[in-house]
Nanobody
């Protein structure tokens, strides 16, 4: 079993910054995808940013230039630095990690979600 623990989030004024963290633990052999999604009220969950493979990360157009995703492979942790926040960034943010367990089986795990609220 692979568990994800998210931290960060909260209430911030427009133009402010927040940092999210997500740590994966359990019987992990390898990780090939680490990323962040968000879901606003009444909307579908959407990709914010993610690492796939060894290349540069992907970003949603709406957050390019404002958000930065990073990872610490030694700690199996992914971060999301969010800057120049806008009210439309308000959503529940979910961490997603995919990889392979020590048993050889693949996994696709989601964090519990953390609320980000940007006040205008």
């Amino acid at each position: 079993q692979v568990q994800l623990v998210e931290s960060g989030g909260g209430l911030v004024q427009a133009g402010g910054s927040l940092r999210l963290s997500c740590a994966a633990s359990g019987s992990i052999f390898s990780i090939n995808v680490m990323g962040w999604y968000r879901q606003a009220p009444g909307k579908q969950r959407e990709l914010v940013a993610r690492f796939t493979g060894g290349g540069s990360p992907d970003y949603a157009e709406a957050v390019k230039g404002r958000f930065t995703i990073s990872r610490d492979n030694a700690k199996n942790t992914v971060y999301l630095e969010m800057g120049s926040l806008k009210p439309e960034d308000t959503a529940v943010y979910y961490c997603n990690v995919q990889g392979r367990r020590i048993s050889g089986f693949s996994f696709n795990s989601w964090g519990q979600g953390t609320q980000v609220t940007v006040a205008s």
